[in-house]
């Protein structure tokens, strides 16, 4: 006999499947500084090492997406849960530069398997206004994931704590994740994601290419700043991880009440309103220092808080074709364009802190100039994003009209 879906079992155990992948990226953020002084790795190695973490997503999530149909969410979360483990405790052992870039990637897999099996999952659990609530208060748990996350890592790192410890503590939700989901009946896919050829089609359209340029600049919004968060503020009078736990906390709330906003505003003006506060909010922070960077960091987090789930909500909403295959590319997209750039931000620090010394600067000025200067290079992303998104309301507008 067939056991019956537990819808809200398996949502919740992809809650804290997602709390893994949030608790992944804050706690090695915290320790990232860590990293760099006991290993003797330079900005350029920690941002390779960096890229690993979003370098594994796309390849998992795409795989994952093309495969959904056929081995389904089950078989994908398991890998999850093995790629997970094995990645966490191989970093816990690390002591070389060349393992850490394979366990970090380790663990960007098992991030990956995550967003490919419940994100579609979730699609095919729920409907209408309830999947779009759900979505949001699934990606929740990625911004309060951190939350948690970065006030642990802070914790432990002011109590003296071996960065290795902290990394232990990524293992609690993946066990619960893994009994959570153990022996339970998953949702059979929909039609839509019953053929990956049809979704490969139906994601030539346009619109999803045009989405998928957006998806890489809402990514790098989202992560390049938050990744680097230790290095780039450690200098600027304020707590980095206390910043970091700051903007995700308030991400986490305005996902949980997302849905009247969208009713209210339509998904369209959510992210082109995202967009303007993400420009806004990453000037404040590359242009403020001690007390004044909390304030910059409420306004950049009103600014980050509905890119990913509204830019997945608005593909299975307006293109349903694309079906598993779609969201999970999309989702690849972003992580891939964060992992590209992440030497690249590690060379940004490192070239303006040389800028910054030849003009005068030591020491702690030297790290608060290099740091706010590389903000100011990651305004160009939310800035090219206003206009698109300008572009695709008008767009959306006429659509209805037509």
């Known amino acids: 006999m067939t056991q019956p879906i537990n819808a809200n079992r398996l949502f919740l155990a992809s809650c804290f499947a997602l709390i893994t992948t949030a608790f992944s990226f804050s706690i090695r953020a915290g320790i990232l500084t860590q990293l760099g002084t006991e290993l003797s790795l330079d900005p350029v190695q920690l941002g390779t090492i960096n890229s690993m973490w979003f370098l594994g997503f796309p390849i998992s999530m795409i795989l994952g997406g093309i495969f959904y149909a056929k081995i389904g969410p089950k078989l994908i979360m398991q890998v999850a849960f093995i790629a997970h483990a094995i990645g966490i405790l191989t970093t816990i052992y690390a002591s070389s530069y060349n393992v850490l870039l394979i366990s970090t990637l380790l663990i960007g897999i098992g991030n990956g398997c995550t967003e490919a099996a419940c994100n579609p999952m979730i699609a095919d659990a729920y409907t209408g206004n309830e999947f779009s609530s759900k979505m949001n208060r699934f990606h929740m748990w990625f911004p309060g994931g951190i939350v948690l996350g970065s006030l642990i890592s802070k914790f432990m790192t002011d109590a003296s704590l071996p960065w290795q410890a902290q990394i232990w503590v990524i293992l609690i939700p993946t066990v619960i994740y893994a009994i959570m989901f153990w022996g339970q009946s998953f949702p059979q896919p929909k039609a839509e994601a019953s053929s990956p050829v049809a979704n490969f089609k139906a994601m030539l359209n346009p619109l999803y290419l045009f989405m998928a340029a957006c998806m890489a600049l809402t990514a790098i919004s989202e992560f390049g700043p938050q990744a680097w968060v230790g290095p780039i503020l450690a200098k600027a009078g304020a707590s980095p991880m206390l910043i970091l736990a700051l903007v995700t906390g308030l991400m986490a709330v305005g996902r949980f009440f997302a849905g009247p906003l969208i009713h209210k505003l339509n998904t369209v003006g959510v992210l082109l309103g995202s967009a303007v506060f ?47 295959l779609g969201l999970s590319i999309m989702g690849g997209i972003g992580m891939f ?66």
């Open 278 to 324: 993400a420009v806004i909010g990453i000037y404040m922070l590359s242009t403020m220092s001690g007390a004044a960077l909390y304030v910059a960091a409420v306004v950049y987090a009103l600014g980050i808080c509905y890119f990913w789930p509204n830019m997945l909500g608005f593909i299975a909403e307006s293109l349903p074709q694309t079906g598993a």
């Open 337 to 402: 364009s964060s992992s590209m750039f992440q030497p690249v931000i590690g060379g940004w620090i490192q070239k303006n802190k040389t800028v910054a010394e030849a003009s005068g600067l030591v020491g702690d000025a030297a790290d608060l100039a290099a740091g706010q200067s590389t903000l100011s290079n990651m305004l160009l992303f939310p800035a090219i994003l206003i206009v698109a998104f300008v572009g695709l309301y008008i767009y959306s507008r006429k659509a209805q009209k037509a």
